[in-house]
Structures are given as C-alpha cells and as structure tokens.
C-alpha cells in the first residue's frame, strides 16, 4: 500500500513550484502518492496574520538566490518571475475547475512552468487563455467555470480547511497528519520513506 503525502499549494509561491517538483520526484523515487489541494495563499495570510517573505526586503534579496540553490539542487529549471507578484485567484479557482474537467495533473504542470519555468504574466486573462490553449486545455470552459459560485466555495473550504490543519503558509505538505512548511523541509518525509 503506497504512502499518503499531501500538498497545500498555490501558483504564487515560487517555493511551492519547487516542492511540487521535490515531491514528483519523491513519488517516482518511492511508492508514494501525492495528492494535491489547491487553496488561496492571501486568504491563508489573512486568517493568520502572515505575509509574504518577499514583503521583508533582506529576505526577500536572500531567498532569490536560496530557491536558486534547490533548483540546482533538485534538479528543476527556474526563473523567477519578472510580473511577481500575481494575483492568483483565478488561477487557483481554474485548478479547481480543472479537477472538475478532469484534466487537474495538466493544469497544475502548464500554470507552474507558465510561472516559474518559462515565466509569463499570468495576472493578464489573455496570457492565461493563449498558455491554456497551447496546452490542449479548454481555457473558455475554465473561465466559465470560475464564476460559479460552487466552485468558488469550494477554493474557499480548501483554504479554510487547510487553515484549520495549521497551515500558515504554502508550500504546506502533510504526511502522516504531520505538518512539513517549506520546500526545504521536505528531507524529513524522504528519511522516513527510506526507513
């Protein structure tokens, strides 16, 4: 029976860009399935009084070249994205609406590499539909889907739920009901896989 490994993500965080591609790497390495949720990183700023790290000036000029070394060090491509920060509330209610298509495991590759990898402004509506579009997704569907108000109650009970777990902040990766926060915390779970 295949391990259970949970993340919390947003396409906002670039550190979440870099755990979703650890933790690919962790399934194919192990006999471990990742599920992914989707939920809104303002939203889980604002239930707990967080914020960016980007909002501290030093950190902000210190994480640049971190998430730098754990690209090298996972091996994924990178670029930061000149159009940081995006909003992603459109991007996040598409990811749902993508679950509901049946085409989630898509999405998530071609927003992620539309942010992180070969960045684009994924804030411009235009962008979003020609990035979709280029990737077989049918981004009029997903526009249409994101303002029902189901889905968009939906994004919301994941980012509450999420709330509710102790999340704080994304990436947040949950295995065995044990909160790991950060893209460089994920050594933790892979010791315990090796055990």
Request: charged fraction near 15%.
């Given at each position: 029976?295949?391990?259970?490994?949970?993340?919390?993500?947003?396409?906002?965080?670039?550190?979440?860009?870099?755990?979703?591609?650890?933790?690919?790497?962790?399934?194919?390495?192990?006999?471990?399935?990742?599920?992914?949720?989707?939920?809104?990183?303002?939203?889980?700023?604002?239930?707990?009084?967080?914020?960016?790290?980007?909002?501290?000036?030093?950190?902000?000029?210190?994480?640049?070249?971190?998430?730098?070394?754990?690209?090298?060090?996972?091996?994924?491509?990178?670029?930061?994205?000149?159009?940081?920060?995006?909003?992603?509330?459109?991007?996040?209610?598409?990811?749902?609406?993508a679950q509901q298509m049946g085409v989630f495991d898509l999405y998530v590759e071609t927003v992620f590499?539309?942010?992180?990898?070969?960045?684009?402004?994924?804030?411009?509506?235009?962008?979003?539909?020609?990035?979709?579009?280029?990737?077989?997704?049918?981004?009029?569907?997903?526009?249409?889907?994101?303002?029902?108000?189901?889905?968009?109650?939906?994004?919301?009970?994941?980012?509450?739920?999420?709330?509710?777990?102790?999340?704080?902040?994304?990436?947040?990766?949950?295995?065995?009901?044990?909160?790991?926060f950060g893209q460089d915390r994920l050594f933790f779970i892979e010791r315990q896989l090796k055990a």
């Open positions: 029976m295949s391990e259970a490994i949970e993340l919390y993500f947003d396409f906002g965080s670039p550190t979440t860009y870099l755990a979703y591609h650890r933790l690919k790497w962790i399934s194919q390495t192990y006999d471990t399935q990742v599920t992914l949720t989707p939920v809104l990183l303002g939203g889980i700023f604002q239930a707990t009084s967080n914020q960016s790290p980007i909002m501290v000036p030093l950190k902000g000029a210190w994480m640049s070249a971190d998430l730098q070394r754990y690209a090298e060090l996972y091996d994924v491509s990178m670029t930061f994205n000149p159009h940081f920060p995006i909003n992603t509330l459109y991007l996040m209610r598409g990811a749902v609406a590499d539309a942010m992180w990898k070969t960045p684009v402004n994924m804030g411009d509506p235009s962008v979003v539909t020609e990035v979709l579009t280029s990737a077989g997704i049918d981004a009029a569907e997903i526009f249409q889907r994101i303002e029902q108000a189901p889905l968009k109650d939906q994004l919301k009970t994941n980012t509450a739920q999420a709330v509710e777990r102790g999340v704080f902040g994304c990436p947040a990766t949950f295995y065995k009901e044990e909160l790991y």
